[in-house]
């Protein structure tokens, strides 16, 4: 029997309450890096379909690699429910919504008919999304690409098919190739109480908000449509602007908070491909005769699934 004050029992009991409560923020930043990591991972692994993806959506890379990275940790989390089950179920035990999931219960036979699928099969999250884009079954219908033209559309481990995909839908959305998504801004404390940081759509401009007193870098002209956000975090509210392309970020899911994680896990990935680019560029020579030394090939990998 252990004694009641067994030191090696209290120092483990100790050591298990640290672990406990590591604060939230410390795990939301090892979350983050590992995300970021794994991001440069699935880049490097994927960068032909990314590319080619991009190309023909006009979505940058980062932002398709950080979709599937926020979505399924690029791919890798695809859900473990049988969609049929998840779909019969929301459609006949979930009155809120049933009209909506009897339509993606209709389209989930569609697709699985046309494309020769056992529809028995098919595992996905528990509301009936599916592969590493979490497309319902409607939008795996109207948006999903076969780019590679193997005759079949997988968005599980098809990866040219899930980049082109992913852009597809965000192009179909209105994203404008080449604009900015978001940027920091600052509203004098006076004017905060009177603007409306929380409002999920494109109803005000550059100018409009330029006017109402909020300052913000942007290259856009004066009448490209904006929207102020009033971000809350640990230290007080942020504010920031978000243009079109923000928008369409939350028409693949409805929330300035999931465009805003798309859109810092986008960046972070492509800093860090940057800095993993220019290392690989950087010899000991080429600072002192750049030209004279030719850069190594990037590397151009398998787009096959791992
Ligand atoms: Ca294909």
Redesign the pocket.
Known sequence: MRRPFDLNFMLGVAALLALCVEPAAAIDVKRSDVKEQEGIEFWTAHRQALDQASVHSGVAPEYLAAILGVETFYGRRTGSYRVLDALVTLSFDYPAREKFFRDELEQFLLLTRDGRLDPKTIKGSYAGAMGAPQFMPSNYRRYAV?????G???LWS?W??VCASVGNYLKEHGWNAGEPVLGEATVPPEKAGELDGRKLALSETVASLTAKGVSFDSALPADAPALLIAADEPDGVHWRVGYNNFYVITKYNHSALYAMAVYELATAVKQRMLGNDAARFATPTSAAAPTSVPAPALPSTSTTSP
């Open positions: 076969d780019a590679d033209a193997d079949r559309i997988d098809d040219p098919d």
